[in-house]
C-alpha cells in the first residue's frame, strides 16, 4: 500500500489490522516496524486509535512475543513488535522449542509492515517468511521502491506483490493533508571557480596562461569550461556523462570555507524561517565527525540557539573511536547544562528519546512552545530522524549531504506535517553539490508523484534463478580452463581470477534478490511463474560456500592512495530558489 509520508499511513495501517482482527479472518495481526523506537512511538499511538474497544500488546523482549503469539486470548489479537525481534524466532534461536514454533506457525497470521522501503530487503524478512510461510504480508510505504532505485535486484513490487492502493505524495499536496515544499539550492562556491579548478587540472596546468601556451591544454581547458554541464547526466542511449560537481572530491566539502559559508547561511536565514524561533530545523550532515565539526561551529557562531547532534555511536566506524566518543560526551554534558538532564553514554538511547519528544511536542513536553527555554532550535543528524519521524513544529531542513530518490523524499517530508497559516510549506535549503541535488530532487518528485503506471505483480524468482545458474555455469568453465577440479584452488593466471572475480559478484547479487524473493538452499525446485514448467539451481550450498571462501582469496591489491585533495577555492555563497513543490 503507497501512501505517502504524513497521510495518515499509521491511522490506515492500524484501520486494516482492526477490520481484519474484527472479522475473524485471522488469529494474529503483527505489525512489525523496522526500528525499537519507532515501535514505541507507534505503539502509543495504535493505543490512541484503539481506545477502550481494542487491545494493543507490547513485547518488550523475544518471550514475551512468543507468549502473545501461542495465546488464544482475544485481548492479544494485536500485536506491535520489531523486525528484529520477530526474525529471531527460529528453531535454533533464544532455545526456542518446536512445539512452540509449531503452534505459532499454526495460527492465521497477518504480518503490517510499516516503512516496508526499509529493513525488508536484508535477512530479516527473509528468516520471518521462512518460520511463517503460511502467513500473509502487507508493506505500507511513502516511497516504494522502483525499478529506478532498485534494491539488491528488488523493487517493493517484487517483494510484496501487486499495489492495493496508491496515494501518491501529489495526492497528498492535493488533498491539503500535507504540505508541498520550497527547496533551495545554495551555492558555496561559485561555478565559474568550480570549472576552472576541474579544468586546470583535467588540463594538466597550473594557470590560464599555461593552458592558452599549448594548443592541447586550450581545447581540453575549453570543454571543461564551456561544454561540460555541472550535474551529470544520462544521455538518449542511457550512458552517464559527467558532470563538473562528479570530478570534485569529497574533501571539496570538508573545507573550512565551505561549512562556515553554510553556518553563515543558516544563521542569516535563522530567524524569518525559524519565525523567531517557534519553529524548529534539522540539519543533515554526511558523517558523525562532520556532525559533530558542525556541532562545535554552530555553536561559536550562534550561541543564542539551543541546539543538539544526535546519531547513531555504533556508525560510521572508520573514523576514531576517541573523536567521536568526545564528541557524544561533549554534546550530552551541554544538553545536560542547557536543560537540566542528566545523560551520559550508557543512556544514549534515552536522551535520544528525549530530544525526539522535545522537537516534536510530545509527553512530557506537551506545552513546550511556552517554554522557549526547553527546546531545541536546531538539532544536528546524519540518517536518524530524517525517517519515521513527525512533528508539524519542524519547517526547515537544512541539508549538506547528497541524497537520492526515495532518502530526498523521506528527509524532505520531516518538514511537510500541516500547521497553520505560519508553515505554508516545509523549506529545504541544499549545499553540497548543489546541481547534483537539483536533479536529483526532479528525479524523485517525479518518481514519488504517481508519474508511474501500477506495477504488476511478478514473481522474478525463476528467473533469478535461471541467471544464477548461467553465472555458476561461467564459473565451471574458468576452473575448468586452469585445471582446477572442485574448486580446490584459485586460478594462477590474473585474468582468469578477474573474471572469477566478476561473476561471483554477479551471482552474489542475484542470490540476495532471490533469497528476498523466498530462495533457500533446502528447496532446489521452483515453478515458472505461468506454473507450467520447473527451474532448479545447479549449484549445491557446498560448492557455494567453497566458491566464496576462494572470493575471500583474491588478493584484490587494496588502494594505499591517500584522500583526495580539495581544490583551493574561496566560499562563496549565492542562492537560487529551484521552485516551489507543491502539485
Known sequence: ????????????????????????????????????????????????????????????????????????????????????????????????????????????????????????????????????????????????????????????????????????????????????FDPYKVMTYRDRDLRQAVALEKARADSPAEVFADPKKTKVYNRYMNDVTMAGYRDNSGVYVTGIEDHLPNAQYQRDEHRNAVIQDIADNWVNLSQGSKFHAIFATSSIEEAIEYYRLAKQALPSLRMSALFDPNEDNENPSAFKSDGLVELLKDYNQTFGQNFDLGSHGKFKKDVAARLAHKKPYTRIQTEPDNQIDLLIVVNQMLTGFDSKWVNTLYLDKKLEYENIIQAFSRTNRLFGPDKPFGTIRYYRKPHTMERNIAAAVKLYSGDRPIGLFADRLPGNIDRMNACFTAICAIFDAAGIEDFRKLPDDLSERAAFAKEFHEFSSILEAAKIQGFTWEQTRYKSEDGMTTVTYAISHEQYLTLLQRYKELDTGGSAAGGAVPFDIDSHITEIDTGKINA
Not at 35 to 57: C, K, P, W
Open 1 to 180: 500500500i503507497w501512501h505517502t509520508t504524513g497521510s495518515g499511513k499509521t491511522m490506515t495501517s492500524f484501520k486494516s489490522a482492526q477490520l481484519i482482527a474484527n472479522s475473524k479472518d485471522a488469529d494474529k495481526v503483527v505489525f512489525l516496524l523496522d526500528r525499537i523506537e519507532l515501535g514505541t512511538q507507534t505503539l502509543e499511538q495504535y493505543r490512541n486509535f484503539a481506545g477502550d474497544g481494542n487491545d494493543v500488546q507490547a513485547t518488550e523482549h523475544t518471550g514475551v512475543l512468543v507468549d502473545n503469539l501461542k495465546s488464544t486470548n482475544p485481548a492479544n489479537t494485536l500485536i506491535v513488535t520489531s523486525i528484529q525481534k520477530m526474525s529471531r524466532l527460529k528453531d535454533e534461536v533464544d532455545g526456542l522449542k518446536a512445539h512452540d514454533l509449531e503452534k505459532m506457525r499454526a495460527k492465521r497470521i497477518v504480518f503490517i509492515i510499516d516503512e516496508c522501503h526499509r529493513s525488508t530487503f536484508g535477512d530479516m524478512l527473509t528468516d520471518i517468511k521462512k518460520s511463517f510461510a503460511g502467513a500473509v504480508f502487507f508493506g505500507f510505504s511513502g516511497t516504494p521502491i522502483q525499478r529506478e532505485n532498485i534494491k539488491k535486484e528488488n523493487t517493493t513490487t517484487d517483494v510484496f506483490g501487486n499495489e492495493l492502493h496508491r496515494y501518491s505524495i501529489a495526492d497528498g499536496i492535493r488533498d491539503k493533508n500535507v504540505l508541498g
